[in-house]
């Protein structure tokens, strides 16, 4: 329909009346050729109703085609090689976010934490977490890598759109630093805001799995866990607050190990 939305608005009122007049004109033709007055009602009903059935149609490829349009805009943006992270991008000011979620699938799984640490100069200086009421209950699965129990959710949780808007209320415009917040953390984040804003989070991010990667090339494995245990660093907890804690710890050290050109063998 992308031609119909680039008509003059004029225009796309006189091409929105035409089929209107075409049924009225059948209806005329039919009226004239003795057709009973229940029949008449009946063609009338069901011409309306066929043009409701059409605008439905047409307003639901309209939104289907403006979100296919934000998706290849979104995976354009996450494409640029500039936003995974280089010495060139480190940043003193920044937010380091973390979430817990009821399972991995982005499109399925719900959010149930969402946590940050504000830091400028390398200082916190604010901090934000929520929980999040999810559509199912906790498996005991995800309350024994948590901790977060059915109990506690209701208690203190609050609706994922509103934990969402906060969250980007308090993020602003800031620079991103996660672990896995590429592949991880913005999916999961950016599914939600458009379910329920119809647009995605545009800030700049730094992801410490693929700096870690680099800076440190011979890890067993680059776990945000693994990681902090052999830096010596203070380990997550499957918790947002901590998890946030350990990233930030982790991209310092990363930072550090850069600028002095550092290469740890494990």
């Not at 458009?194 to 870690?212: K, Q």
């Amino acid at each position: 329909m992308n031609w119909f939305s680039n008509l003059p608005r004029w225009a796309q009122i006189l091409v929105s009346v035409i089929p209107y007049v075409f049924v009225f004109i059948i209806i005329v033709i039919f009226a004239t050729s003795g057709i009973s007055f229940v029949t008449g009602i009946f063609l009338i009903c069901s011409f309306i109703l066929l043009g409701i059935t059409t605008s439905w149609n047409v307003k639901l490829k309209k939104e289907q085609a403006e979100k296919a349009e934000r998706e290849a805009r979104e995976q354009k943006r996450l494409a640029n090689p500039h936003r995974l992270g280089h010495a060139t991008l480190f940043r003193k000011d920044y937010s380091v976010i973390d979430i817990e979620t009821t399972g991995l699938d982005r499109n399925i799984d719900d959010i149930i934490e969402i946590s940050a640490i504000k830091y400028r100069n390398d200082e916190q200086v604010s901090f934000f977490s929520y929980l999040c009421i999810p559509s199912a209950p906790l498996t005991d699965e995800i309350i024994s890598i948590t901790g977060i129990s059915n109990e506690i959710i209701q208690e203190k949780g609050i609706p994922i759109e509103k934990a969402i808007s906060k969250f980007a209320e308090f993020i602003g415009e800031d620079v991103l630093v996660g672990h896995n917040i590429e592949n991880f953390d913005l999916k999961f984040l950016n599914r939600v805001l458009d379910e329920h804003y119809g647009r995605y989070f545009h800030n700049d991010y730094l992801d410490t799995l693929p700096l870690s990667r680099t800076v440190f090339p011979h890890m067993k494995n680059y776990k945000l866990q693994t990681l902090c245990e052999k830096l010596e660093l203070p380990l997550p907890s499957h918790r947002g607050l901590d998890d946030c804690l350990a990233t930030a710890a982790l991209y310092k050290a990363i930072r550090e190990a850069d600028e002095i050109q550092i290469t740890f063998d494990y």
